[in-house]
């Protein structure tokens, strides 16, 4: 059975770090293209990064590009989001989402995954 979980997320102080982290199980992650995506209240979820499978290349959202950078461990099977320069915008519950063997270029969007995992809450706020 297809898996993802998240984890990593907390209370942090604007301009401070975190790391995501998406642990799959039941599928090799590496074959999968994993997206980070994030749903603040109120607002509709967006995409903040995306990587594509076999290495096919990672994106970016404006927002997020130059703070956060997405990357996987093939032999833990696990995505991470590291995040810095945090600030309250980037409030939110993350999740990561998972499907086989896409490329973030294509332009995925939340539809084009199949799997999603249950999401993590980070909240930056002083």
């Known amino acids: 059975q297809l898996q993802l979980v998240e984890s990593g997320g907390g209370l942090v102080q604007p301009g401070g770090s975190l790391r995501l982290s998406c642990a799959a199980s039941g599928f090799t992650a590496e074959h999968y293209a994993i997206g980070w995506f994030r749903q603040a209240p109120g607002k509709e979820r967006e995409q903040v990064s995306c990587?594509?499978?076999?290495?096919?290349?990672?994106t970016y959202a404006a927002s997020v590009k130059g703070r956060f950078t997405i990357s996987r461990d093939n032999a833990k099977n696990t995505v991470y989001l590291e995040m810095r320069s945090l600030q309250p915008d980037d409030t939110a519950v993350y999740s990561c989402a998972a499907d086989a063997f896409k490329l973030c270029a294509w332009g995925l969007s939340e539809g084009d995954f199949g799997s999603w995992g249950q999401g993590t809450q980070v909240t930056v706020s002083s």
């Open positions: 990587i594509s499978s076999n290495d096919g290349g990672t």
